[in-house]
């Protein structure tokens, strides 16, 4: 790529990790979700949400559960300042749940941002200043550290000089973010963190939220568990202190930091519905929060209908749900891969026979897609790449209609040789279509034009069925009849009077299909000829007789 030596290093790790405890732990409880959409995400849409956009959004995620949600940035847009009024005045906050605020660390954006809270129960007080190397020498013009750190107390005390104008019911709690932690000195990040800590001062009752960054995602996860890991163990009155992480995804592995940095220590987790977020997105909480689902823990946050919040979130920002994307997305609970829908089909099927709460263990399945409001319709399509099984699959779960095993791979042959010819995925419909047009609706060569059966009653020998008929073959008629232990044996035998190639029934299966007065016989037939080939014939019928009589007929006149 003729990139110049030099110009790209490894970000520095912490020192003094020998010791670490991170890989050794397991996520079993949920952290603190901090919802950031209607801040963090808004300010990245192309076009950001209106006042009634939002109101709708914030209940979409009061609905889904969050208690923590940064609703704006107030003081900066008087839309997010209406919208905050609006949800106060109008009594849409539930008691358990926080306003999160978002503001520079000037007292006139402060004051303003106060006036905007007037009468809500429980805040966060969100203030930030940027504190990396690069920061500090290009954004504030080679400032020392420790004028980086008035900036904070500076915010820490324009908050609190302010504190008097709220309402005594109002419940105030500061949240402080070193923006750039991932890019800041390890040591430099606990000390400004200490000094805003004692400045703010803490207890167990009205614990400091000191929020960790990624605002550039720039190292592997492992090295940020590091950075979470070091700061939780080196930052004082650790047990008044509420660790958050902010992660960005500008690597691709957001998802994986978070869960590492729960695993370092962090206590509550900010993100957004989908990833949602400036240049690569945020983290995206409905993939961490499904992934403990996979994992047996609770995550306190209602995604049972996942389509239903990604169709609510299309629809209010304007972003659409990529159809890879875990959980959410179109494709990822399908199968195109033969040997992958076969597998599916069966643990599906072997899962309809379990107890509910039986160990999840379906192949190529992370988790149950009804948990989440999924469909297995949609598990396994069908197009070139598809095998044996999965067409089988389709016919069952659609339409009713159960293959014999040994009549998968002919059928499959069928639906690739379709797909192959139309360059395209097939709807179970068209998989339809083409069994019956292949197996029910053949009437060439050979056809019944009409057929009648009497049972022999009383009858010392196994020839029970006298089978009248009268057939059409090559565009010839024959009137035949013989007797047989069944109208389907009887008819095999008549058919020996004429042209027709001889054959002997190696197979033969039937089911029911339909409820009620619409049921129906499938019956399906294997054949041998006289050359040793064989082929398959199915046919439908409310007799289960004549069902096998037009299996035969299938059979008999299947090119395939």
Not at 214 to 233: G, I, K, R, S, W
Not at 365 to 388: C, V
Request: hydrophobic share 40%; net charge negative; glycine share 8%.
């Amino acid at each position: 790529m003729n990139i110049p030596d030099g110009k790209y290093a490894p970000w520095p790790r912490p020192h003094d990790m020998a010791g670490r405890q991170w890989p050794d732990r397991r996520i079993t409880a949920p952290p603190v979700w901090a919802s950031v959409d209607l801040r963090d995400g808004n300010q990245a849409l192309v076009n950001p949400m209106g006042v009634e956009q939002k109101l709708a959004f914030f209940d979409l995620l009061v609905r889904v559960g969050f208690k923590e949600i940064e609703v704006g940035f107030p003081s900066a847009s008087e839309t997010e300042y209406t919208f905050i009024r609006r949800l106060i005045d109008e009594g849409r906050v539930p008691d358990d749940v926080s306003l999160q605020v978002l503001c520079q660390a000037r007292e006139h954006l402060v004051k303003k941002t106060f006036a905007s809270l007037q009468g809500a129960q429980n805040v966060i007080f969100h203030i930030y200043n940027s504190t990396s190397p690069a920061q500090r020498k290009y954004t504030f013009g080679n400032l020392s550290k420790e004028q980086i750190v008035q900036i904070a107390l500076d915010g820490v005390k324009c908050v609190q000089d302010c504190l008097p104008s709220l309402s005594g019911n109002t419940k105030l709690r500061l949240e402080y973010s070193p923006e750039s932690f991932s890019m800041t000195e390890i040591d430099f990040s606990v000390e400004i963190c200490e000094r805003v800590k004692a400045a703010w001062g803490t207890s167990a009752e009205n614990k400091i939220i000191l929020n960790l960054p990624t605002t550039v995602e720039c190292t592997m996860p492992n090295v940020f568990a590091d950075q979470v890991e070091y700061f939780c163990t080196h930052i004082t009155e650790r047990e008044n202190v509420t660790v958050s992480i902010h992660n960005h995804n500008d690597r691709g592995t957001g998802v994986a930091s978070c869960e590492l940095g729960i695993l370092a220590g962090a206590d509550r987790v900010e993100g957004t519905l989908f990833g949602n977020g400036e240049r690569t997105g945020n983290l995206d909480i409905v993939t961490v929060a499904l992934n403990m689902v996979a994992e047996g823990v609770d995550p306190h946050l209602d995604f049972s209908h996942v389509s239903d919040v990604a169709a609510a979130y299309e629809r209010l920002t304007g972003m659409h749900v990529g159809p890879r994307l875990p959980y959410a997305g179109e494709l990822v609970f399908t199968a195109f891969s033969g040997s992958h829908q076969d597998a599916i089909r069966k643990g599906m099927t072997a899962r309809a026979q379990m107890a509910q709460n039986a160990r999840w263990d379906v192949p190529y399945l992370l988790i149950d897609p009804h948990d989440i409001g999924r469909e297995y319709q949609g598990i396994i399509r069908i197009n070139s790449q598809s095998g044996k099984g999965g067409a089988a699959y389709i016919l069952e779960e659609t339409h009713g209609i159960m293959l014999p095993k040994a009549m998968h791979e002919v059928f499959g042959a069928v639906v690739k040789a379709a797909t192959d010819d139309a360059q395209r995925e097939l709807t179970a419909d068209e998989v339809y279509v083409l069994f019956a047009k292949t197996w029910l609706g053949k009437t060439a060569p050979l056809s019944v034009v009409d057929i009648g059966e009497t049972h022999l009653e009383g009858s010392d020998t196994r020839e029970q069925v006298l089978c009248r008929a009268t057939v059409m073959w090559n565009g010839t008629q024959y009137a035949i009849g013989a007797n047989g232990n069944g109208p389907l044996d009887a008819f095999v035998q008549a058919l020996r009077a004429t042209p027709v190639p001889q054959f002997d029934i190696v197979s033969f299966h039937e089911h029911s299909i339909g409820a009620g007065s619409n049921t129906s016989a499938l019956a399906y037939v294997q054949i041998a000829l006289a050359d040793g080939t064989t082929r398959w014939g199915a046919g439908k019928s409310s007799s289960v007789g004549r069902a096998g009589i037009a299996a035969v007929v299938s059979a008999v006149n299947f090119d395939g």
